[in-house]
């Protein structure tokens, strides 16, 4: 019994050096190969980090700054702060940014025109993408369009607005307006930069504060924290989407979204049914939408006989109706 005990104890140990040579073995090669494994999941080899594969950089702030051919006094440390908060916020935030060089390809010609032919300085374009991001957008206080603009102001100035029709999501319309209410704003202010300011304040409220500091100049008041914000938020989209190589976005012309051309059809009569209108110029109802977004229903009553222009576009930009 003894010398059975004695060979299994022999056996024993043999089996367990056994297996902790194997296991070594097995780490030593398992290792490597995890780690190759890892280096190319993260795209690094060994000696590398992800640091040296991504880099978030202080950004150098750009020279001679303006807006609408006023200058920003960058010499001002609150300033170059508040310059330098939203340049970097603005930049790293890539996804939003590409998104609106996309979307200005696209929009930006028509509202160049507009701001030209009303006299109000090409900048201003950038007032309407930190207001909506180029899109119909809809605020919590029913601002509407590209231009945010509240019901009451839109009939203010001249825009239809009911259940039927509602020229706030009018594109070139409502960037009328909104030129009317600027000019306005800098015959009061004597100031492009407080009439952008003003946009968002409303003029009373810019107004109000400018005696209430004793103070002339949009950079010398100390607002809240939105329209504190504002003009460096504008100047900021102005800088990157003017120099994108300079901050890191790498694009063709063919990546961007395209403006589609169209035709205007003269309306002036009643249309009961817009799908069926649509079907007619060889589109859907969707693509009638897309480019009208400011008639609101599938009909237009028009008991007025008033003249509409709808648009549509041009043969072969969509696919064939099915």
Request: negative net charge; proline residues 5%.
């Amino acid at each position: 019994m003894n010398i059975l005990k004695k060979a299994l104890l022999v056996v024993g140990l043999i089996t367990v050096c056994g297996v902790s040579i194997n296991a070594v073995q097995q780490d030593e090669d398992g290792g490597a190969t995890n780690e190759r494994r890892n280096n190319d999941i993260s795209g690094t080899s060994s000696n590398k980090s992800v640091a040296d594969s991504y880099r978030i950089e202080a950004l150098p702030m750009p020279e001679n700054l303006s807006f609408a051919g006023e200058s920003v006094p960058l010499e001002d440390p609150d300033v170059y702060e508040r310059m330098d908060r939203e340049l970097l916020v603005n930049t790293y935030w890539q996804s939003n940014a590409l998104l609106l060089m996309k979307r200005a390809h696209k929009y930006f010609p028509l509202i160049e025109k507009v701001l030209r032919e009303e006299g109000v300085p090409e900048d201003f374009k950038y007032l309407a993408v930190i207001e909506s991001g180029l899109t119909q957008a809809v605020s919590p206080a029913r601002a509407i369009g590209f231009w945010q603009i509240l019901e009451s102001t839109g009939k203010e100035y001249g825009l239809e607005i009911n259940d039927n029709v509602d020229e706030r999501y009018h594109i070139e319309k409502s960037t009328r307006v909104a030129c009317d209410y600027l000019k306005k704003a800098k015959a009061r202010f004597g100031s492009w930069t407080l009439a952008a300011a003003s946009y968002n304040a409303g003029q009373y409220g810019i107004d109000k504060q400018l005696e209430r500091q004793k103070v002339s100049d949009y950079y010398d008041l100390l607002l809240g924290e939105e329209t504190g914000r504002y003009v460096f938020r504008i100047l900021a989209l102005k800088e990157i989407m003017t120099h994108p190589e300079k901050y890191g976005f790498n694009f063709d012309e063919d990546d961007l979204y395209q403006p589609i051309p169209v035709n205007k059809v003269k309306v002036d009569t009643v249309v009961k049914d817009f799908p069926d209108f649509a079907e007619k110029f060889g589109i859907n109802y969707k693509i009638l939408k897309v480019h009208n977004p400011w008639l609101r229903d599938d009909h237009l009553k028009n008991a007025s006989r008033k003249t509409y222009y709808i648009e549509i576009p041009e043969e072969g930009y969509y696919p064939p109706v099915k």
